[in-house]
């Protein structure tokens, strides 16, 4: 079966930097969406990145656009979301996912789209 796991969360100050790692397994297909949504106490799930597998393609929300990189390793079994600049409102419990069967689509935010979910990891930015 599809599994995920999301690593490299931690405890950072404002202006920092973290690298989050989403490793999966068990799906070889090339028609997939793997994206990073997060959560933070109070507030929805909100969709924050994502990169096709078929082409590579990233698309970004708007609050973190030219701040975070989302990319893949040296196989497409691990991607990485790369945090810069971070603020106290990125704080939040960081999940990645992984949609099946997309066809053409490149840019999928709603979480109804993602089969595959990682356990998650914490980011706290501090001030």
């Known amino acids: 079966e599809v599994q995920l796991q999301a690593s490299g969360g931690g405890l950072v100050q404002a202006g920092g930097s973290l690298r989050l790692s989403c490793t999966a397994s068990?799906?070889?297909?090339?028609?997939?969406?793997i994206g990073w949504f997060r959560q933070a106490p109070g507030k929805q799930r909100e969709w924050v990145s994502c990169?096709?597998?078929?082409?590579?393609?990233?698309n970004y929300a708007d609050s973190v656009q030219d701040r975070f990189t989302i990319s893949t390793g040296n196989t497409k079994n691990t991607i990485y979301l790369q945090m810069n600049n971070l603020k106290p409102e990125d704080t939040a419990i960081y999940y990645c996912?992984?949609?099946?069967?997309?066809?053409?689509?490149?840019?999928?935010?709603?979480?109804?789209?993602?089969?595959?979910w990682g356990q998650g990891t914490q980011v706290t930015v501090s001030s």
């Open positions: 990169i096709a597998a078929l082409d590579s393609t990233t």
């Open positions: 068990g799906f070889t297909a090339d028609d997939y969406v």
């Open positions: 996912a992984l949609a099946p069967d997309v066809g053409s689509l490149k840019r999928i935010t709603n979480w109804g789209w993602y089969n595959y």
